[in-house]
């Protein structure tokens, strides 16, 4: 009884900016980490950037430098600020959580519906 609510995807320009948000409801005590994964038709989906609750990030080589993460963890939301998109970033973003809940089971890893994000050219 986790669910994620997306918002923030939308068509850009090359080297335009999007901020990606996703808030975390339900049966929550904590969550471990948030983060953003990507996919596009015929590719795997791939971890974009990742979040700890401590403060950690990591990111992947593709969007070091041009995408930062951050958490609000007082509202149970993540967000994925985008700059200098590529059309290459084109994909459906999910958000991802790892949650500490007040029911069992203890802990569980949850998803987001996606949002699209498409950079034109």
């Known amino acids: 009884q986790v669910r994620l609510v997306e918002s923030g995807g939308g068509l850009v320009q090359a080297g335009g900016s999007l901020r990606l948000s996703c808030a975390a409801s339900?049966?929550?005590?904590?969550?471990?980490?948030m983060g953003w994964y990507r996919q596009a038709p015929g590719k795997q989906r791939e971890l974009v950037a990742l979040?700890?609750?401590?403060?950690?990030?990591s990111y992947a080589d593709s969007v070091k430098g041009r995408c930062t993460i951050s958490m609000d963890n007082t509202k149970n939301t993540v967000h994925l600020q985008m700059n200098s998109l590529k059309p290459e970033d084109t994909a459906t973003y999910y958000c991802?959580?790892?949650?500490?809940?007040?029911?069992?089971?203890?802990?569980?890893?949850?998803w987001g519906q996606g949002t699209q994000v498409t950079v034109s050219s």
């Open positions: 991802y959580a790892e949650v500490q809940r007040t029911i069992l089971p203890r802990e569980g890893d949850y």
């Open positions: 339900g049966t929550i005590l904590s969550i471990s980490s």
């Open positions: 979040i700890v609750s401590g403060g950690s990030t």
